[in-house]
Every structure is written in structure tokens, then in C-alpha cells.
């Protein structure tokens, strides 16, 4: 029998295995569009088929997932989304942010996401669309590599750079693109350049044709938790429109951190929010040396 008060603190440090391949079939089934078959779980999860059996019928049984029986594909069911209106109802900020974000829409008319960062992955919590047929395609939910998103760099720059390379020790940096940063004195260096001007990039290096501009929230004291980006497709991009999208993003952020009780405004954050101040910042990235920017000045 284990010494008194230490049962219970060993006895939280071992994983419940069933409860972990739970959780595990939720997220494998999340990740995908379509839902997953039996034999498309068993062996992306290694799972032995009568446990595998037995999992799904319990998570079915209360409502987390769901069989589509014409397709045989497994789904994730409504108590899944109740849980996810309920985080939506429990959070303020979201529903305030959510708010902000359609207004910058109906001013910029491009696609704004709001992410948090989750080990070395962003992701993403809220967006709302443009109204062009041509547009990011992403999901709520979704995860991309930080290292090579505007967001996930926005926020990979609230943190000491030691941390940053514990995050990515077992990863390493997957190239997406051409330019997508694979080293880490070139990561390293562009956060040091985000942390300066006050807000980050992607400049397609998750995904061709797409620029990103991407800002913090600050809610409290500390690193900030999470981050908003404004996605232009490259076809659209100006020097005008991002300008217009830098001064609305740099709003926004200041603006829900502000309803959240955040502290005062980050200086390089709140000047940006004017017109010619944003313009004067992307005319220095495009100067900047650092940058091969799928944009003119003029």
C-alpha cells in the first residue's frame, strides 16, 4: 500500500488507457472530413479489433460518435458539437472576438482567423469568410505547424527562444513550401523581426498563393494566448490592401484585448492601427531584405 497522500498523486500520473483511446478516436475521426472506417482506424490507431469494437460502440452510445451505415464511415456525433457550443457559451472572449472579427470582414472583405497555440501546432478556434470565391480553405479545429503559419509565428514570438527549439526538439521543421523557414536560426530570426514590428507574416510558406498578416491578443499579463491573422490570396495582394488589413487587424487585437480587461495596448501594436502607419510597415517589408514579397510598391 503506498505511503498516505501518495496514492492519489501516483495514480494521476498514470494515463487510463481506455479514456486515452477514446480521446484518440475523437481526434483521429476530427482530423479527417469524411469520418474514418473501421479498418482506417485500426490501423492509423493500432488498436486490436475487439477493443477497437468495443470503444466505438461505448462513444456511440453516448452520442460521440455516430456510424453512417450506407458508407460504413465512423463520425463524430452531436454530444461532440454540444461540447463545442458549450466551450463557445463558457468563454467570453470567443463570442466578443467573434463579433470583432465579422466587423473587420465587412470592412477588408478577407478571410480572419483567431488561433491559440497548442504544443508546437496553431490552432484554429474561430474564422470568418470573405465573400470571394476565391479564399483560404480551412477548418475550425484545424492544426498546422506553427513554424510555418503567420499565426503560429505570432505567437511562437511571445516565447523565450530555448522554449521555442524544446517545442520543435522531436519535429524538427517540415518544409511546406519553398519558403517555408527549416532551420531554426532562420526561425529564430524571424521571430526576433516579429517581436520588433509588432506582428507576423506567412508569407505561403504553409500554402502557395497565400499571404498572411497576423497580430497578438494580449488578455493578461504574460505571453499572449492567442492571435489573430487576416489571409489575402496573393492574387489580391497590394501594398494598399495590406495596409487596410494591417490598421484593421491591429484593432482587433487591441480591441478584444481590451474588452477582456488586457493590459495597456503594446505600443507597436497600437500605432499600427493607423492608416499610414500600417502602410509605412509593409512598405519596410517590402524593402526589407529578409522578404521576397509577391507585391509592387506604386
Same mark, same amino acid.
Request: charged letters at 20%; a positive charge.
Given at each position: 500500500?503506498?505511503?498516505?497522500?501518495?496514492?492519489? %498523486?501516483?495514480?494521476?500520473? /498514470?494515463?487510463?488507457?481506455? %479514456?486515452? #483511446?477514446?480521446?484518440?478516436? *475523437?481526434?483521429? *475521426?476530427?482530423?479527417?472530413?469524411?469520418?474514418?472506417?473501421?479498418?482506417?482506424?485500426?490501423?492509423?490507431?493500432?488498436?486490436?479489433?475487439?477493443?477497437?469494437?468495443? +470503444?466505438?460502440?461505448?462513444?456511440?452510445?453516448?452520442?460521440?460518435? !455516430?456510424?453512417?451505415?450506407?458508407?460504413?464511415?465512423?463520425?463524430?456525433?452531436?454530444?461532440?458539437? !454540444?461540447?463545442?457550443?458549450?466551450?463557445? #457559451?463558457?468563454?467570453?472572449?470567443? #463570442?466578443?472576438? !467573434?463579433?470583432?472579427? =465579422?466587423?473587420?470582414?465587412?470592412?477588408?472583405?478577407?478571410? *480572419?482567423?483567431?488561433?491559440?497555440?497548442?504544443?508546437?501546432?496553431?490552432?484554429?478556434?474561430?474564422?470568418?469568410?470573405?465573400?470571394?470565391?476565391?479564399?483560404?480553405?480551412?477548418?475550425?479545429?484545424?492544426?498546422?505547424?506553427?513554424?510555418?503559419?503567420?499565426?503560429?509565428?505570432?505567437?511562437?514570438?511571445?516565447?523565450?527562444?530555448?522554449?521555442?527549439?524544446?517545442?520543435?526538439?522531436?519535429?524538427?521543421?517540415?518544409?511546406?513550401?519553398?519558403?517555408?523557414?527549416?532551420?531554426? /536560426?532562420?526561425?529564430?530570426? !524571424?521571430?526576433?523581426?516579429? =517581436?520588433?514590428?509588432?506582428?507576423?507574416?506567412?508569407?505561403?510558406?504553409?500554402?502557395?498563393?497565400?499571404?498572411?498578416?497576423?497580430?497578438?491578443?494580449?488578455?493578461?499579463?504574460?505571453?499572449?494566448?492567442?492571435?489573430?491573422? *487576416?489571409?489575402?490570396?496573393? +492574387?489580391?495582394?497590394?501594398?494598399?490592401?495590406?495596409?487596410? %488589413?494591417?490598421?484593421?487587424?491591429?484593432?482587433?487585437?487591441?480591441?478584444?484585448?481590451?474588452?477582456?480587461?488586457?493590459?495597456?495596448?503594446?505600443?507597436?501594436?497600437? =500605432?499600427?492601427?493607423?492608416?499610414? %502607419?500600417?502602410?509605412?510597415?509593409?512598405?519596410?517589408?517590402?524593402?526589407? /531584405?529578409?522578404?521576397?514579397?509577391?507585391?509592387?510598391?506604386?
Amino acid at each position: 500500500m503506498p505511503p498516505k497522500g501518495q496514492g492519489a %498523486a501516483a495514480a494521476s500520473d /498514470k494515463p487510463v488507457k481506455s %479514456a486515452d #483511446r477514446v480521446f484518440d478516436l *475523437i481526434e483521429a *475521426i476530427g482530423g479527417t472530413r469524411d469520418g474514418m472506417t473501421f479498418p482506417d482506424l485500426q490501423t492509423a490507431l493500432g488498436i486490436p479489433k475487439s477493443s477497437l469494437f468495443a +470503444l466505438l460502440e461505448s462513444a456511440a452510445s453516448r452520442g460521440y460518435l !455516430e456510424l453512417d451505415d450506407s458508407s460504413r464511415r465512423w463520425r463524430l456525433g452531436m454530444r461532440v458539437w !454540444e461540447a463545442g457550443q458549450a466551450y463557445a #457559451r463558457q468563454h467570453e472572449l470567443l #463570442r466578443h472576438a !467573434e463579433a470583432v472579427m =465579422r466587423d473587420v470582414v465587412a470592412g477588408i472583405n478577407e478571410t *480572419i482567423q483567431l488561433a491559440r497555440l497548442d504544443g508546437n501546432e496553431n490552432v484554429y478556434i474561430a474564422k470568418v469568410d470573405s465573400t470571394h470565391p476565391l479564399r483560404l480553405q480551412s477548418d475550425v479545429g484545424g492544426r498546422l505547424s506553427s513554424h510555418a503559419t503567420g499565426l503560429g509565428k505570432t505567437l511562437l514570438a511571445e516565447l523565450p527562444d530555448a522554449e521555442v527549439k524544446t517545442l520543435f526538439a522531436k519535429t524538427g521543421l517540415p518544409r511546406m513550401t519553398e519558403n517555408t523557414l527549416t532551420s531554426f /536560426k532562420a526561425l529564430l530570426g !524571424e521571430l526576433a523581426a516579429t =517581436r520588433a514590428r509588432g506582428f507576423g507574416i506567412d508569407n505561403a510558406e504553409y500554402t502557395h498563393g497565400i499571404f498572411c498578416l497576423a497580430a497578438p491578443i494580449r488578455t493578461g499579463a504574460g505571453p499572449a494566448q492567442l492571435a489573430l491573422s *487576416i489571409t489575402v490570396p496573393i +492574387l489580391r495582394v497590394s501594398v494598399d490592401g495590406l495596409a487596410a %488589413a494591417l490598421a484593421a487587424l491591429a484593432k482587433a487585437c487591441v480591441d478584444i484585448g481590451t474588452r477582456a480587461g488586457g493590459p495597456a495596448p503594446d505600443p507597436k501594436l497600437a =500605432r499600427l492601427v493607423n492608416l499610414a %502607419a500600417s502602410r509605412a510597415a509593409i512598405e519596410d517589408l517590402h524593402h526589407c /531584405k529578409r522578404y521576397k514579397l509577391p507585391f509592387a510598391l506604386g
